[in-house]
């Protein structure tokens, strides 16, 4: 991956800021989050917040935020990091993000409402992510990513039959 993130770094290096460049901000700040930098990552998530203001890209920006919010949760700032998720969730439900982002932070936010047994948040998520789930393509792994996430909401909740129907499927999707 080092290698990945080094070629990235070689074709932007020379070119004035650009989206591109917020995408790459997302990514470091995602690896200095698993590294433990996460002043480090904070950073990152903040410039790629900004750009993708700048450049008024919504998938830029939802990232962004969301990303800065799982670096607060990180932090053990749980309620500032979770209001941040739910910035970038408005994003989500108002269609305003493309079907790939819109599954990569649905995702990220639903795992960590999961982390933190916020039971609750997840399902509620997981039920918007279901409608969702139904306008991507069935070859996509998103469905059966969203019914591993409704599997698991529904096991917490102790609806066995639930949890046991949607590892099924997703076990037959995956």
Same mark, same amino acid.
């Given at each position: 991956?080092?290698?990945?993130l080094?070629?990235? &770094?070689? $074709?932007?290096?020379?070119?004035?800021?650009c989206?591109? &460049?917020?995408?790459?901000?997302? !990514?470091?700040?995602? @690896?200095?989050?698993?590294? *433990?930098?996460?002043?480090?990552?904070?950073?990152?998530?903040?410039?790629?917040?900004?750009?993708?203001?700048?450049?008024?890209?919504?998938?830029?920006? %939802?990232?962004? !935020? $969301?990303?800065? *919010?799982?670096?607060?949760?990180?932090?053990?700032?749980?309620?500032?990091?979770?209001?941040?998720?739910? #910035? %970038?969730?408005?994003?989500?439900v108002?269609?305003?993000l =493309?079907?790939?982002?819109?599954? @990569?932070?649905?995702?990220?936010?639903?795992?960590?409402c999961? #982390?933190?047994?916020?039971?609750?948040?997840?399902?509620?998520? =997981?039920?918007?992510?279901?409608?969702?789930?139904?306008?991507?393509?069935?070859?996509?792994?998103?469905? *059966?990513?969203?019914?591993?996430?409704? /599997?698991?909401?529904? =096991?917490?909740?102790? #609806?066995?039959?639930?949890?046991?129907?949607?590892?099924?499927? /997703?076990? #037959?999707e995956?």
């Amino acid at each position: 991956g080092a290698g990945w993130l080094m070629r990235a &770094h070689r $074709h932007l290096d020379d070119l004035p800021e650009c989206v591109e &460049h917020g995408f790459l901000a997302v !990514i470091e700040s995602t @690896v200095a989050r698993f590294r *433990g930098s996460l002043d480090e990552a904070s950073e990152f998530a903040v410039r790629a917040t900004d750009i993708g203001q700048r450049f008024r890209n919504p998938d830029l920006i %939802a990232l962004g !935020i $969301h990303t800065s *919010g799982l670096i607060l949760i990180s932090r053990g700032r749980e309620p500032e990091g979770v209001a941040l998720l739910d #910035e %970038a969730m408005t994003a989500v439900v108002a269609g305003e993000l =493309s079907s790939y982002f819109t599954g @990569v932070v649905y995702c990220n936010v639903i795992e960590a409402c999961l #982390e933190l047994a916020d039971v609750r948040r997840a399902g509620e998520w =997981s039920e918007a992510a279901r409608a969702w789930c139904r306008s991507v393509p069935p070859e996509s792994p998103y469905p *059966g990513l969203c019914r591993i996430n409704r /599997a698991e909401v529904a =096991s917490l909740r102790g #609806e066995w039959a639930e949890a046991e129907s949607e590892a099924l499927r /997703a076990s #037959e999707e995956l």
